[in-house]
């Protein structure tokens, strides 16, 4: 059974730092692309940011870009997101997923084959 479990979500203030991480099981994803998505109350779930399987070419929502990074363990099979300069805006469930079947189509959920539960990210004023 395929499982991607996030972790390191929490309550911050702005200005502050989170590190976010995934970590799958029951197969690799050293071939695909990994990436994060969030959801904020009463809105629709957005991309954040992908990245490709050899960790050669990261991509990033423009709300995020400068602020975010995410980088990859293959040896761990885990994606990691690491969110500075954090804003009362960026609250929201944030989601690891994996297996990119369109490499143009990361910013589209369809598009990815496997989903964490989400954490929650909060980030108070």
């Known amino acids: 059974q395929v499982q991607l479990v996030e972790s390191g979500g929490g309550l911050v203030q702005a200005g502050g730092s989170l590190r976010l991480s995934c970590a799958a099981s029951?197969?690799?994803?050293?071939?695909?692309?990994m990436g994060w998505f969030r959801q904020a109350p009463g809105k629709e779930r957005e991309f954040v940011a992908a990245?490709?399987?050899?960790?050669?070419?990261?991509y990033y929502a423009e709300t995020v870009k400068g602020r975010f990074t995410i980088s990859r363990d293959n040896a761990k099979n885990t994606v990691y997101l690491q969110m500075n300069s954090l804003k009362p805006e960026d609250t929201a469930v944030y989601y690891c997923n994996a297996r990119l079947s369109s490499s143009s189509g990361y910013t589209k959920e369809i598009f990815w084959g496997y989903w964490g539960q989400g954490t929650q990210v909060t980030v108070s004023s």
């Open positions: 029951g197969r690799t994803f050293n071939r695909d692309h």
């Open positions: 990245i490709s399987s050899s960790a050669g070419r990261t």
